[in-house]
């Protein structure tokens, strides 16, 4: 059975401490934030035929409404006397009491899951630049979360969720902001599978279909639709009405919702939510 290491080492960076030498490795819960943290543990050390080898770690962010998941890695080979810098790639799954809660790709965003204690396991490549260590192999560890699940600011409904092929739908989608934080402003986009011949038009004046190609090019694309809403408030939801027109080839309509949350004068302030999806019979 894998051993589990007794020792967690914080990362900076892609810099990662030495690590259990057992391939996979479970790390002990890591210690618990008291603000908005990235929490790590060690997690396993991939190993060549060659003396190549990767120490690798998983950590995850809490405290803020993202969950994203990295795993940075050092890199070696026996007998080089060479600085490696790692390049980690991969999926990874988390669980809770043996429940598959989130999966995603390694450095990618999902909804946060909330506290709790998860056992994250990822399927990595590691390469090194220079070129010299190129491991793949599964790595495990033990993270303990405890931000709590946030409640979302905004919420995105659509009074019907299913297309029909060889027709046009309207839909109405309705926009909200639940919290006092932030402001009025929002962007709306809905997105269809390009090349199945969807369309997506409205007649409201705060939507466009992206402009795409080199000035002074004025083509738009049809399957996709881009709203600036700028009074949202909290009682006060905008509402957009949508022609969706699917020819003989279905495809789904996904909807996403950026907003902002000022906090003075940072850059990052803001989130994305997915809304919701329809489908094509």
Excluded at 250 to 277: E, H
Aim: with cysteine; glycine share 12%.
């Amino acid at each position: 059975m894998p051993t589990r290491p007794t020792t967690l080492r914080t990362l900076a960076g892609a810099t990662l401490l030495p690590l259990a030498l057992v391939t996979p490795a479970w790390g002990r819960t890591a210690a618990q934030p008291e603000s908005p943290a990235t929490v790590c543990a060690v997690a396993g050390t991939l190993r060549g035929d060659h003396g190549q080898r990767a120490e690798v770690g998983l950590c995850a962010g809490d405290g803020s409404p993202q969950l994203v998941v990295s795993a940075p890695a050092t890199c070696r080979r026996a007998g080089m006397r060479v600085r490696y810098a790692c390049r980690t790639e991969g999926t990874w799954t988390a669980r809770r009491a043996g429940r598959t809660l989130a999966s995603g790709t390694l450095a990618g965003s999902l909804a946060h899951p909330g506290s709790g204690t998860y056992d994250i396991t990822a399927a990595v490549h590691v390469r090194s630049a220079p070129a010299g260590v190129d491991l793949k192999g599964t790595v495990q560890a033990t993270l303990t979360l405890t931000a709590p699940r946030t409640s979302p600011t905004h919420a995105v409904t659509v009074d019907r969720t299913a297309l029909r092929r060889g027709a046009t739908t309207t839909l109405t989608y309705t926009i909200r902001r639940n919290s006092d934080e932030g402001d009025g402003s929002a962007r709306f986009g809905l997105v269809g599978v390009a090349g199945t011949g969807v369309r997506i038009a409205t007649d409201d004046a705060r939507c466009v279909n992206p402009l795409v190609g080199r000035y002074p090019a004025r083509n738009r694309l049809p399957h996709s639709l881009d709203c600036a809403l700028t009074e949202l408030q909290p009682g006060h939801p905008e509402k957009v009405k949508v022609r969706v027109t699917v020819g003989a080839t279905c495809s789904t309509v996904v909807s996403k919702l950026g907003y902002w949350l000022p906090r003075g004068q940072d850059l990052y302030t803001g989130g994305m939510l997915a809304g919701p999806t329809l489908t094509c019979r």
